[in-house]
């Protein structure tokens, strides 16, 4: 099993930053791929940003250029590093672990909130 916890959520000004750091746990010889997806009130859920254990990375449209998404693999730990954030970037950021054979796990979700 492998357990997954977020942190750097908060509250930004437009124009600010935050990095979320996500860090796993337990079986972590499972873990594939990570990524972060986010979800705002009456949404669905969405991809922001993947990064595989290789390190290659992929981005949603909307984030390109304003997010990094970094692997620590010796640290067990997943960084999304937000740059001129947006009001419509608020949302609950979650964390996600491809696992081999194995279902995804999930972080519990980390508040961002950004004021115009």
């Known amino acids: 099993q492998v357990q997954l916890v977020e942190s750097g959520g908060g509250l930004v000004q437009a124009g600010g930053s935050l990095r979320l750091s996500c860090a796993a746990s337990?079986?972590?010889?499972?873990?594939?791929?990570m990524g972060w997806f986010r979800q705002a009130p009456g949404k669905q859920r969405e991809l922001v940003a993947t990064?595989?254990?290789?390190?290659?990375?992929t981005y949603t449209d909307s984030v390109k250029g304003r997010f990094t998404i970094s692997r620590d693999n010796a640290k067990n730990t997943v960084y999304l590093q937000m740059n001129s954030l947006k009001p419509e970037d608020t949302a609950v950021y979650y964390c996600?672990?491809?696992?081999?054979?194995?279902?995804?796990?999930w972080g519990q979700g980390t508040q961002v909130t950004v004021s115009s």
């Open positions: 996600k672990a491809d696992l081999v054979a194995r279902r995804p796990a």
């Open positions: 337990g079986s972590i010889f499972r873990i594939n791929a």
């Open positions: 990064v595989t254990s290789g390190g290659a990375t």
